[in-house]
Each structure stands twice: as structure tokens, then as C-alpha cells.
């Protein structure tokens, strides 16, 4: 006995040095947001809290509308997320439930574009986006619209249907008059939330996280989501402080830390559901 | 209900009206280059009532990109374009933009007003012009006061030669506090004077890497000497190995750690403003070493073909307003030290204003002086590509002590294949 | 469907009946009929694009009139381009890199929190995986001040456990001396020298997708019954030895999973090394950091080569599969054999 708790308090150090280790660009994050420049570029660099972070919240505002970017990508992030889970839900459950012509080729083509490279469809999004009059939209309609449709999602929820769902229930609720609709709408679904809850926090993620596309997309101010903000104040140190660029740093990925860890659990567990579910 | 339709008619109508009057006109422009096009946009609408300016400010990179997506695309372009001088041969190559010899701009009235170089740069062989330039950009070798004076060298004595600047930097690199590092140095990387080389003693009709007739100029005595000179600098240890635009480059300036940086006239409008403001007083300008004359930079402007047509007459007055006006292009260079690109500029008086960031000198007569020596710097639409390659082959040779002749000729054969396939 | 739609055809034919039927029949396509509008549009139409873009020579700043068809012409330039297997070179150096070492930390991890933790696994788990979820442009913003020559952090730390008192002993005897060589003694020029921009990437990748992987080993561990182990801890078997002989085989499927995912992402490397590393010139210093995709990038925004850069495209992706299949060779067949 004793002899395993020694063994157990080992592991533990272990695994708190690793979280330690993983944790601590974060740290120094919100350390080096409270610094000016100057204090960041001298050695050593500093690793407890400075007393600048007002001036770069400042300097910050001063270079970029930073809660209204801040804003437009929690609203982008929303309407991204709703959309994604009701159309990648819907699908799944027609590929997970039923058996019509070319199921199995229409999913084996989705799969497939998991191989290509995201950035090959760089050019001919932007064909789009200008073809639809999507450039600068107010409504973003370039960012969500074409996220409806991820490949990704539609995979992931017909995990979830194939396991939690089951053709007895189906004809059962047929029997009860139950238009198909209705039975995916009032029995499937509740079946399914904690993949609704994984799709719904990844697909925020990963809107709040996307940079590329944004780009080609957007090229006004006051229409920049937070990483396009960021980038723009990273290659126009001329103007603003290190220790601004810093703080915006910090300003964009708390948001996430904090949705992180108030939904850690759903989002890990549903991934690895989804992942490793046959 | 009554009182809100009205509210929303209102507003409605005010909507369209105003768009009505007013007419919107898109810039999209490159930091720092922005520092001078905002105010210059104010300005502009300040005496034009009925016009509206967007500036969209892009980092360098991105800004540049998006405007190839723009132009591919053939939507979404703004109506004026900025284009750095490292990106022009690509542009004025390619197309994409307006040729602004044609009505209803004839900008070829203009020719005489700018500096010849400049002109060129932003045309093509052939008459077409495809930007006007706003900004010229002297090269100058930017040296601190005290690291001079605490080794007790001149600075004429320092740039007589290329050996002359390292015999300087042998005896001003060295170790300030006893740690047994070094806390001073010649220069911040010896790829910087390997470009100061490279852009000595053009002749008429060649630029950087390729002549007018699309030779490639890499494997020649101008590059072997630059090349010799960067590794003997970085040999003896004399650069910090610091890239250009990097935090630690910037921290070196404030810190006084590099002795001398070349560069064009604008870095004294970046070190005043932003990367060293603490440190004015302590710098001055010479020429390059051994008897140099180069350009180092310059900023266009252009309209994408793919602009909106109705915005296009617009969009010319605008760039007028920003290259043909004296007035202008003073702001400009008052902001961010931007050089210029007007010839008659070069005699007014403000041309004699002393700079109080480098310790009083009349470094604007000096700018215009090099600007007057500059010859030849044809742009092809290759450069950006043999600027690459030949990057790579120094750093081969200055990291990895590969031998100088080998990667000079990798280096011509790989810009020669990479040159076939542009047409 | 065909049999039930004559059965209820049988019946008797009211409306509503036959709404239900019909309804019944269409659900499906009506259902999967929005996703594969979209699918078409956004996922299929930039495949069809890139493939006709192949076999073009276009040059985007010239408009989409200047396309010209040059047959194979784009795929033989990748292939004959040094810098495009010097990027392939580059991508499986950091894919090999950072993949090992994720799954090798990875999998015994997952083991440990799995089997010996019960109440803080949870906790542990998602601190592990929080970079996974971090946006890369953040990402690389800290990782640059992390990163530094004369300020970093890192080699803040590297210099003062390379100074410490120990390491210094060593290095001034004769027979420790040896021992020690490997400790650097002058700062580290992660993003400024050639040779170490790939080593700083791997750092970068490996940090980022480790706790992911860890995830994915959790969740299929999680699914092997616990009688197993007991049994084997009857029989007399230590933690190594369950490890050993009962988790690693059970865990193969989900093994052969997550390096399929992890050939996948890491072939596709590109937002990290794009803005840590820098795009110009692409990838730092001498195109050390310049994965393929970023190749396929250079070739179509700054050398405007649209054309070669689908050709690149479509060549990852077929070297993507060929590795897919080549790992499907290996561990594939089992793998699925034992997933039953």
C-alpha cells in the first residue's frame, strides 16, 4: 500500500510537470500582456505579472476596434454553429439511417476530400465569394455558408446516429403516424445531443480559429474577425507596442479558454466518441 | 407604429440619398506605407465634400496576396492600389492594371516631373505605364554617432570601401560588459551588406538580377564580391544574425547593438517613429561604402483593371492628388520620411531642413544627392523569384560554409529554369 | 420502398395517406438534399476547378481570360523542381518528427490517466489538449516571443540550466565532458538559422496535437473491459506487462486511426509554419520551414502559377493516399480484423 502511493505520487509529479509544461505559452501570455516591449526584449525576460497592461489596452484600442472585432466573431461563431448542426444533423441521419442509391459512393466521396488540402481551394472560394457578391458582407455570408456543408460534420454526426439510433425505434415511431421528419426531429436529435454538443462547440472553435479564408474574404476593418484584427497589428508593429500586440492575443484566445473549460468534458469525450466508434 | 414607418422612411431615405451623393472610393495599401495614405485620404475629402475614402491597411504580405486573388478573381479590387517596389515587376509584367498612358488618364505628360528610375520601374519597356510613383527610396548607410566615436574611427574613413567598413567593424564589435558575448556589432546580418552590394554600380538597362534584354546577372563579378565580403563579415562574427524585421531587430536599434544598417531613406522615418524613438540624436546618414549609389525601396500607385468603371476617373484624381501634388508628397515624406518621388521637390527649400532625430544633419540634400547618381535599375518580372533563389544561395554559404562559385551557378541555373516559364 | 409504396397503394388511397407515403419515400434525399447542395458548390466545385486548373497555364493577375491549356506540362514542372521535393523533404521531416514523438508520449499517457487516475483524469486531460483548440495566429504570436535569440524564454532557460552548477562541473572535467556536449552554450537561433527552423516547427506541431492524440488513445482504452485487466493482475501481471500485453494490441485500431490522421494533417502542414516561420522568403531562412502546401502556395500567389500549384495539389494528394495505403498495408488489416 504504501508502496503504491509513492508510485502514485511520482505519476502525479509527472503529470503536473507536463501540464506545466503545456500550460506555460499561456502563462507567459498573460504574463508578457501585462509588460511594456521594452520589459518583454530584455534579459532574462520577465515571468510574473508587469504593471503596462492598461497602456497596451490602450494602445490596442487605439490601432483596432477590438470589441467590435471581438463581436463579430462571437456572432459569425453563432450563426456558423447553428447552421453547421442542422444541416450536417439532418444528413447524417439520412446517411446513418437509411438506404437509398449511391449512399455508400456519396460517402465515400465525403471521406475523400478529408485528403485534400484545405488551401487548394483557396482560389476558387474566392471565385465564389465573388460570384455570389459575398466580398465584404456584412452578414458573412462567405464564412458560414460554405461551412453548412463540412465534410467533417456529416461524418461525425452519422457516427453518433449509427450508435445511438436504431431502425426498431424508427418503425416504431412509423407506426405511431410519426412522419419521418417529425421522428428524426422529436427522437433522433435528443439521442444525439452530446454530438450536437461536440459538432456545436467545434464548429464554433473552429470559426473563431479560422484565418485563411477570412482573408480572401474580407478586407474591411470593422468587418475583421479576431485573427484577421490580430494579423493585421502583427505586420504593423510600426504603429502599436509589442506589448498591445500581446494583450490582443490574450483578448482573443480567453473567449475560447473559457468556453474550453466550462465544456472540456463534452467536447473531448464526444470527439473521441465520434473518433473511435466504428 | 405611425411614428416608427416614419422614423424608418427617414432613415431609409437618408440612406440612399447619402449614398447618392456621395461617392465611395476604396484604397487598399500596405503598412507602413499606410501612416502616409490615411491622412493623405483625409485630406483629400476634407477638400472634396461629396467623396468618401476607405483605406483598407494590410499587412505587407497579405496585402499584396489579396491583391492577386483580387485581380484573379477579377472582383472585389479596390480602386487604387498600392504596390511596393519589391512586388512592381510582377504587376507591371503581368497586367492587371490600368494602362495609364491611355485617355482618359494620358499620364504620360507626367514623365518628366519624376525621377527617370522611378518612372521605369513603374512602366514597361513597350510605353505602358502601369503605376505613377509616390515615394523614391535613396540607400543610405545609417550609423550610430557614439559607436564611431567610442573606437575613434571617421565615418568617411569607415566607407571609403567595403574592406575599409570592416576593419571598422572589427574594432567596434566587441564585448561591453565582460560576459564574454559580444553586445556590439558591425551590423545586424551580413545579408544586409550583400544587398548593399548587389545594388552598386548598375549600368543603364541593368537591374538587380536581370539585364533589359532578360539575362540572368547572378553569376558575375558583382555578386561573387558581394557574396566574398558577407562572409568575411559573418566569419569574423562581426553581424548579430539578426533577420530585418524582426522584434529582435528592432531591439538591437534601441539597444545601439549594430553600429551601421543600410537602408533606404524611410528606416530614419521608422527608427524616429516607432523602432528607436529614444535613441534620436545618436544616428546620422552617409553615402554606401565605397562609393555606392542604390535604390532601396519605393511605393506605387495603380487601378486594377477589375475596379468598379464609374469610380475610375475618381481614382485618378485621387493618385494624382497623392503623387503630382507638392503639397502631398511633403506630408509624406514629413510623416514616414518617404522620399519624394517628384523632381521639383528636390530644390525646395524643405529639401534643407535639418533632422533632429540624426543629430541635426541635413540628410534630405544628402538623399537627393544619391538619387541624382542613381543608374540603371530595370525591374523583371523574375525579381521576386531570383531574390528568393539567391537568398537561399547566401544563406547556404554564409550558414552552411558552402563554396561561393557552386551556389552562385545553382543559383543562376535555378533562376534561369524558373525565368523560361514566365511569359 | 418499392414494396411498401405498393402496399400502401392497396390501401385505401386517401390524401394524407399518400402524403405519408410519399413523405416517407423522399425523407431521405430531402433530408441529405441541402448538405449536398452545398457539398457540390463549396467541396466538389473547387476539386473540379483545380483539376481543369492543371492542366492550365494561368497567370491570376492577368484575369480569368488568360488561362491557356498546357496539357501535362504543370505536373512535369513540379516534378522536375528541386525546391518542390526539397519542401516534400521538409514536410516529412516534420510530419516523422513530431508524429513519433506525439504518439510515443501519447499512448502511455493515455494509459496512465485511463487506468491509474480516477478523480483528476478529466482535469489532466484538458490541459493537455488546450493548444489543440488555440488559434494558430495566436499561437505563433507567443511561440515568436518564445522562440527569441537573445530574449526567448527558451533559450532563456536552455542558458540557465546549460550555466548551472552541475552541467558546469561536468564540462570542466575531463570524464564528464562528453556528457555534457550536447548542452548548447550559446543561445539558439530557432527561427534564424536554417538547420533549426524544422526542429522548431516539430516543437511547435508536437505541442499543439499531442494532447489530441492523447484523446484519442483515452477514448480507446476506455472501450477495453476492465475484466481483462483484472485477470491479468490475478495472474500476477504489473502495470508494463497489462500495458504491454493487453492494451497495445487491443488499442491497435484506434492506433492505425490516429496515424492515419496524423499522416493526414502533417502532410497538410500549413497554417503553423506559415506564420512562424514566415512567408518570405517562404518558410525562413533558405525555404527551410516550407512544407508542401506552403510550395503550393509560393507557386500560386507569388510566382503566379495557379496552374502548377493545382498540379502540386493533386500530387499531395496522391501521395497522401499512396502513404494511407502503404500505413493501411501495414497495421490496416489487423487493425480492422481485431476491431471485429
Known amino acids: 500500500m504504501q508502496n503504491l502511493s509513492v508510485s502514485k505520487f511520482f505519476l502525479y509529479i509527472g503529470l503536473v510537470i507536463l501540464a506545466i509544461l503545456t500550460l506555460f505559452p499561456f502563462y507567459l501570455m498573460y504574463v508578457l500582456m501585462t509588460h511594456s516591449a521594452t520589459d518583454i526584449f530584455s534579459a532574462p525576460p520577465p515571468l510574473w505579472f508587469g504593471n503596462s497592461l492598461r497602456e497596451n489596452y490602450e494602445a490596442l484600442l487605439s490601432a483596432i476596434p477590438m470589441w467590435r472585432n471581438l463581436l463579430n466573431s462571437v456572432g459569425l461563431g453563432m450563426v456558423s454553429t447553428f447552421t453547421a448542426l442542422v444541416f450536417c444533423s439532418l444528413g447524417g441521419y439520412a446517411l446513418a439511417m437509411y438506404d437509398f442509391r449511391y449512399k455508400n459512393v456519396l460517402f465515400g466521396f465525403i471521406l475523400s476530400t478529408f485528403l485534400i488540402p484545405p488551401i487548394l481551394s483557396l482560389i476558387p472560394f474566392a471565385l465564389l465569394v465573388h460570384f455570389f457578391k459575398w466580398f465584404n458582407h456584412p452578414l458573412y455570408l462567405a464564412l458560414w455558408v460554405p461551412g453548412m456543408a463540412s465534410a467533417f460534420g456529416i461524418f461525425l454526426m452519422r457516427q453518433f446516429f449509427a450508435s445511438s439510433m436504431s431502425k426498431e425505434l424508427m418503425d416504431a415511431a412509423r407506426v405511431d403516424g410519426a412522419t419521418e421528419f417529425r421522428t428524426f426531429w422529436s427522437i433522433a436529435l435528443p439521442l444525439v445531443r452530446p454530438g450536437l454538443g461536440t459538432l456545436g462547440l467545434l464548429t464554433f472553435i473552429g470559426s473563431w480559429n479560422n484565418f485563411l479564408f477570412p482573408l480572401v474574404a474580407i478586407n474591411k476593418r470593422e468587418l475583421f474577425t479576431i485573427p484577421l484584427a490580430l494579423r493585421s497589428i502583427q505586420g504593423t508593429a510600426d504603429t502599436i507596442d509589442w506589448g498591445a500586440v500581446i494583450f490582443g492575443t490574450a483578448f482573443a484566445v480567453t473567449p475560447l479558454l473559457i468556453v474550453f473549460f466550462l465544456a472540456s468534458r463534452q467536447i473531448i469525450s464526444g470527439l473521441a466518441q465520434g473518433a473511435v466508434k466504428g | 407604429m405611425k411614428r416608427l414607418i416614419a422614423v424608418l422612411a427617414i432613415g431609409f431615405l437618408s440612406i440612399t440619398l447619402s449614398s447618392a451623393w456621395a461617392q465611395t472610393l476604396t484604397v487598399s495599401t500596405f503598412c507602413s506605407l499606410c501612416n502616409s495614405t490615411r491622412p493623405l485620404a483625409e485630406a483629400y475629402m476634407e477638400a472634396n465634400p461629396g467623396v468618401e475614402i476607405i483605406v483598407n491597411e494590410l499587412e505587407y504580405g497579405d496585402h499584396h496576396n489579396n491583391l492577386v486573388t483580387a485581380l484573379a478573381t477579377g472582383e472585389g479590387a479596390p480602386d487604387v492600389a498600392a504596390v511596393e517596389i519589391g512586388f512592381i515587376s510582377k504587376f507591371v509584367a503581368d497586367g492587371g492594371f490600368e494602362d495609364l498612358s491611355q485617355a482618359p488618364y494620358n499620364a504620360g505628360q507626367y514623365e518628366e516631373l519624376f525621377a527617370d528610375y522611378a518612372w521605369a520601374q513603374g512602366s514597361t519597356p513597350d510605353g505602358r505605364i502601369i503605376t505613377l510613383p509616390v515615394d523614391i527610396a535613396p540607400g543610405a548607410m545609417f550609423y550610430r554617432h557614439d559607436r564611431f566615436e567610442e573606437v575613434g574611427v571617421s565615418v568617411d574613413d569607415a566607407i571609403g570601401s567595403w574592406d575599409d567598413l570592416i576593419a571598422f567593424g572589427k574594432e567596434v564589435t566587441r564585448d561591453l560588459d565582460g560576459d564574454g558575448n559580444n553586445d556590439v556589432f558591425l551590423i545586424a546580418d551580413a545579408a544586409d551588406v550583400f544587398e548593399g552590394m548587389i545594388r552598386m554600380g548598375l549600368e543603364e538597362g541593368q537591374g538587380k538580377y536581370f539585364d533589359n534584354e532578360g539575362n540572368v546577372l ?206 | 420502398m418499392a414494396s411498401s409504396s405498393s402496399m400502401v397503394k392497396q390501401e385505401e388511397s386517401t390524401f394524407e395517406t399518400r402524403l405519408f407515403a410519399f413523405q416517407r419515400k423522399f425523407a431521405p434525399y430531402l433530408f441529405i438534399a441541402p448538405f449536398f447542395i452545398l457539398f457540390f458548390i463549396f467541396g466538389f466545385f473547387p476539386l473540379l476547378f483545380s483539376m481543369y486548373l492543371s492542366f492550365q497555364s494561368w497567370n491570376p493577375i492577368q484575369g480569368l481570360g488568360a488561362m491557356e491549356f498546357v496539357g501535362f506540362e504543370n505536373y512535369l514542372w513540379v516534378f522536375t523542381d528541386p525546391d518542390f521535393y526539397k519542401s516534400l523533404y521538409n514536410t516529412l521531416w516534420i510530419g516523422v518528427v513530431s508524429s513519433t514523438a506525439q504518439h510515443i508520449v501519447a499512448i502511455p499517457l493515455a494509459f496512465i490517466l485511463v487506468l491509474r487516475l480516477k478523480q483528476l483524469r478529466h482535469l489532466f486531460t484538458a490541459a493537455y489538449f488546450v493548444p489543440f483548440i488555440t488559434s494558430t495566429v495566436a499561437i505563433a504570436i507567443v511561440f515568436n516571443t518564445f522562440f527569441g535569440t537573445q530574449y526567448g524564454v527558451l533559450n532563456q532557460g536552455i542558458l540557465a540550466f546549460s550555466n548551472s552548477a552541475p552541467i558546469e562541473f561536468l564540462r570542466a572535467s575531463s570524464w564528464g565532458s562528453w556528457l555534457v556536449a550536447w548542452v548548447p552554450e550559446e543561445p539558439i537561433r530557432w527561427l534564424g538559422r536554417a538547420k533549426n527552423i524544422k526542429p522548431a516547427l516539430a516543437i511547435l506541431v508536437f505541442w499543439k496535437y499531442f494532447g489530441w492524440n492523447t484523446v484519442l488513445y483515452s477514448a480507446g482504452l476506455a472501450t477495453i473491459p476492465k475484466e481483462y485487466y483484472d485477470a491479468a493482475e490475478i495472474d500476477g501481471a504489473n502495470a508494463l506487462q497489462r500495458f504491454r500485453h493487453i492494451s497495445l494490441p487491443l488499442l491497435r485500431p484506434v492506433i492505425f486511426f490516429a496515424i492515419s490522421l496524423s499522416i493526414i494533417g502533417s502532410m497538410q502542414l500549413f497554417d503553423e509554419p506559415f506564420i512562424l516561420a514566415g512567408s518570405n522568403p517562404m518558410g525562413g531562412i533558405n525555404n527551410a520551414g516550407m512544407t508542401v502546401a506552403m510550395y503550393l502556395y509560393r507557386e500560386g500567389f507569388n510566382y503566379n502559377q495557379m496552374g502548377s500549384a493545382a498540379a502540386t495539389s493533386w500530387i499531395l494528394f496522391f501521395v497522401i493516399g499512396i502513404m494511407t495505403a502503404i500505413q493501411f498495408a501495414i497495421n490496416g488489416r489487423e487493425g480492422l480484423d481485431s476491431r471485429g
Not at chain 2, 533632429?356 to 544627392?369: S, V
Not at chain 2, 542613381?374 to 521576386?384: F, Q, R, S
Open chain 2, 218 to 423: 547572378v553569376n558575375t563579378e558583382r555578386f561573387h564580391e558581394a557574396f566574398r565580403v558577407a562572409k568575411e563579415i559573418r566569419d569574423a562574427g562581426l553581424d548579430a544574425q539578426i533577420g530585418a524585421w524582426s522584434n529582435e531587430w528592432y531591439q538591437a536599434f534601441k539597444d545601439g547593438a549594430v553600429a551601421v544598417q543600410f537602408s533606404g531613406a524611410w528606416l530614419e522615418g521608422s527608427l524616429r517613429d516607432w523602432m528607436a524613438p529614444d535613441t534620436a540624436g545618436l544616428w546620422g546618414a552617409s553615402n554606401l561604402p565605397g562609393g555606392a549609389y542604390a535604390s532601396w525601396g519605393g511605393s506605387f500607385f495603380g487601378i486594377p483593371v477589375a475596379a468598379d468603371d464609374a469610380n475610375k476617373e475618381l481614382a485618378w484624381d485621387f493618385i494624382k492628388f497623392m503623387v503630382l501634388n507638392e503639397e502631398s508628397q511633403l506630408s509624406a515624406f514629413d510623416t514616414i520620411e518617404a522620399f519624394p518621388s517628384l523632381k521639383s521637390l528636390k530644390t525646395d527649400a524643405r529639401m534643407e531642413e535639418p533632422s533632429a532625430f540624426l543629430n541635426g544633419q541635413q540628410a534630405r540634400l544628402l538623399y537627393a544627392d544619391i538619387i541624382d547618381n542613381i543608374a540603371g535599375t530595370t525591374t523583371h518580372p523574375g525579381d521576386v523569384i531570383a531574390a528568393e533563389i539567391v537568398g537561399g544561395a547566401l544563406s547556404q554559404v554564409l550558414n552552411e560554409d558552402r563554396n561561393i562559385a557552386d551556389a552562385l551557378i545553382d543559383a543562376e541555373r535555378q533562376i534561369t529554369r524558373q525565368a523560361r516559364r514566365l511569359r
